[in-house]
């Protein structure tokens, strides 16, 4: 059971756009910055939005990631069949003094 | 450009211990923690601990206090997670990350390619 809470999969068509949720709670999402991975199949993870909403070089703007409250959401516009991968959310948890991941969603493109 | 070179896989047995290497390359290595974080088969990943390649503070998972080592050596840049009593749900790909900052403040920016360890009789 993770701490953070992710849909298990989403899916949609090329060039649509998607949006993974990730729910949190006062300690972790609530308090401190979220951040987002990509792992694509037999890869290791690679950071996709840091700091709740920024994007590091090199990751294209159609990745795009918002926080409020207790819960932070990725979106993605202009579905690409190569967006197909796990996505991950993250946090610092005060109460557990520990970094937090979501369970991961699986985003299927049609 | 930055780089985490891992360790090759392991095979252990029940109750013994892995130690597993990650080696930093592409920026100043006691600018920056490193964490490790494992991926269980099909599962999702799990934050172990981290560790300060400055000053080799420690913050381990609650979960493998007692089980988990984690050191540095800054004359190669090399970072080390040693596990022991190993267990068959310990099985999984461990890998190690650059972090910036510490605590609340902690952001893992690139990981290494991952280590597979499998606990088998």
């Known amino acids: 059971q993770s701490v953070l809470t992710q849909p298990p999969s989403a899916s949609g068509t090329p060039g649509q756009r998607v949006t993974i949720s990730c729910s949190g709670s006062?300690?972790?999402?609530?308090?401190?910055?979220v951040y987002w991975y990509q792992q694509l199949p037999g890869t290791a993870p690679k950071l996709l939005i840091y700091?709740?909403?920024q994007r590091p070089s090199g990751v294209p703007d159609r990745f795009s990631g918002s926080k409020s409250g207790t819960s932070a959401s990725l979106a993605i516009s202009g579905l690409r069949s190569e967006d197909e991968a796990d996505y991950y959310c993250a946090a610092w948890d005060d109460s557990l003094s520990a970094s937090v991941f979501g369970g991961g969603t699986k985003l299927t493109v049609l | 450009q930055v780089q985490l070179v891992q360790s090759g896989a392991e095979v252990k047995k029940p109750g013994a211990s892995v130690k597993v290497s990650c080696k930093a390359s592409g920026y100043t290595f006691t600018s920056y923690g490193i964490s490790w974080v494992r991926q269980a088969p099909g599962q999702g990943l799990e934050w172990m601990g981290w560790i300060s390649a400055y000053n080799g503070n420690t913050n381990y998972a609650q979960k493998l206090q007692g089980r988990v080592t984690m050191t540095t050596d800054t004359s190669t840049s090399t970072a080390y997670m040693e596990l022991r009593s190993l267990r068959s749900d310990d099985t999984a790909v461990y890998y190690c990350?650059?972090?910036?900052?510490?605590?609340?403040?902690?952001?893992?920016?690139?990981w290494g390619q991952g280590t597979l360890v499998t606990v088998s009789s």
């Open positions: 990350a650059r972090v910036l900052g510490v605590g609340a403040h902690s952001q893992i920016d690139y």
């Open positions: 006062s300690s972790n999402i609530g308090s401190n910055y």
């Open positions: 700091r709740n909403n």
